[in-house]
């Protein structure tokens, strides 16, 4: 009975502490401690989230969120930055690429077509903070995104198990699939992960024209619970969130963004370049924390594999639907 009351309670604090953040977290959460990626198309599947707004000499477009394309016209993002978009007036547009958001490359921007929130979504917890966008290829150059898709088949894997399942750190963060998984085997500190976004570097800063990058490291559920505390970490260890910790952290305008994780360099013989054979996987959505950068305070992240037969789902209905309607 107590542990019941306990919970209910922690609940309402949650609840109201999220409450009182809301509109900070509607302008999402560059990345605090951040470096810009050394080669260009390090993070390819970056997407910026942007308002338009019609103004008097054309259209505003405005950074809001993040988000990681993983191929065929899909986005995963942070639910809380759909949720949270409700202005009439405003659109949403996506800026695909990771290149610097004021250039003139108009082929990297689409508009959305489809739009799936997470059923499981809890909007004074958090759990569950995972959405889906589809772009509309025929709002810009689908070649683009041609040539993107063949580019991510090699460079960007999905997890096939949750990373946030167990009280103890998965080490096998990297979670590769088929011919690679042997020839990668993977123990406790061989991989490297990273977040990405365009926020800001502090809470109050402006957001980043350039994408940012930074190295966090995935905890598990009882080290999160002890440095947040229990009323901002994650409910359990099976709740589709986790926890990372690092150098960098995701700030103002970051939430939606990746953690992508990979194998480190084995040693100065092995050259880091682009079509190197480390691809990234895509582990987490950054979703929320208490501040940027504070110390010894981890970033909370909604855990992709734990959600990724909802997205195989969603993405195999909206298939059939296509072929469907088309006929």
Not at 7 to 36: D, H, T, W, Y
Not at 96 to 102: K, V
Not at 116 to 144: E, K
Not at 226 to 234: D, F, K, Q, R, Y
């Amino acid at each position: 009975m107590f542990s019941c009351v306990v919970s209910a309670q922690q609940l309402l604090v949650k609840s109201i502490l999220f409450s009182l953040l809301a509109n900070e977290l509607a302008l999402g959460r560059p990345i605090v401690n951040g470096l810009v990626p050394e080669y260009l198309e390090q993070f390819h599947f970056a997407v910026s989230l942007q308002r338009t707004e019609d103004a008097a000499g054309g259209t505003n477009r405005t950074h809001f969120c993040g988000g990681t394309y993983i191929g065929d016209g899909w986005i995963v993002t942070a639910n809380h930055c759909i949720t949270s978009f409700s202005s009439e007036n405003d659109t949403i547009i996506t800026y695909i690429g990771g290149h610097q958001l004021n250039g003139t490359d108009h082929w990297r921007v689409f508009s959305i077509d489809k739009t799936i929130s997470n059923p499981s979504y809890n909007r004074y917890t958090l759990d569950g903070d995972i959405a889906l966008l589809h772009v509309d290829v025929t709002t810009s150059d689908g070649h683009f995104l041609d040539s993107l898709d063949e580019m991510i088949e090699g460079t960007l894997l999905l997890p096939t198990r949750s990373l946030a399942g167990g009280g103890v750190f998965d080490s096998n963060v990297l979670n590769l699939i088929g011919d690679r998984e042997e020839e990668h085997e993977n123990e406790y500190g061989s991989e490297e992960c990273h977040i990405y976004g365009y926020g800001s570097a502090t809470f109050y800063g402006p957001g980043s024209n350039l994408l940012q990058y930074g190295p966090v490291q995935p905890l598990g559920h009882r080290e999160c619970r002890e440095m947040l505390g229990p009323v901002v970490a994650p409910a359990a260890a099976n709740s589709g969130m986790f926890c990372a910790i690092g150098l960098a952290d995701a700030c103002k305008g970051d939430s939606g963004g990746g953690l992508v994780c990979r194998r480190r360099l084995t040693g100065p013989s092995e050259v880091e370049s682009f079509d190197n054979a480390r691809p990234y996987t895509l582990r987490g959505v950054i979703s929320y924390g208490a501040g940027c950068g504070l110390p010894a305070s981890p970033g909370v992240y909604a855990d992709v594999g734990f959600y990724w037969d909802w997205i195989q789902e969603q993405i195999l209905m909206t298939s059939q639907s296509n072929i469907v309607s088309s006929k």
